[in-house]
């Protein structure tokens, strides 16, 4: 069952709006390998901001992937893609369908 998740909004410099999008939608392959994260969704908000939506089981299993490899990636990458810092929420999931 999808009780955890994670939203995250990234704000992309001037100019890396395409390597900010690329690299999200790219992202997603990575999601792939992990067995307990459960839904991934990469989306774009506006001209510069970006985000992603994942959800998780347990908490282990969340904790596991704001360890892993996309965000890894994304904090490599983060000062030279990003204006500001990602907004990484922990959230609890009330309903879905």
């Keep these: 069952m999808?009780?955890?998740g994670l939203l995250?909004?990234?704000k992309a410099k001037s100019g890396k709006e395409n390597e900010v999008e690329k690299f999200?939608?790219?992202?997603v392959e990575l999601a792939r390998?992990?067995?307990?994260?459960?839904?991934w969704y990469s989306f774009k908000i506006d001209a510069d901001?970006?985000?992603i939506f994942d959800t998780f089981e347990t908490e282990a299993a969340r904790d596991a992937h704001?360890?892993?490899e996309i965000a890894?990636?994304?904090m490599e990458n983060?000062?030279?893609?990003l204006s500001e810092s990602p907004d990484i929420k922990k959230i609890n999931i009330l309903s879905n369908k």
């Excluded at 999200?24 to 992202?27: N, Q």
């Design 72 to 74: 890894n990636a994304l």
């Design 66 to 68: 704001l360890n892993g």
């Design 49 to 51: 901001t970006f985000g």
């Design 8 to 10: 995250a909004t990234l």
């Design 24 to 27: 999200i939608k790219g992202a």
């Design 78 to 81: 983060a000062e030279r893609l």
């Design 33 to 39: 390998k992990e067995d307990e994260t459960l839904t």
């Design 2 to 4: 999808k009780k955890l």
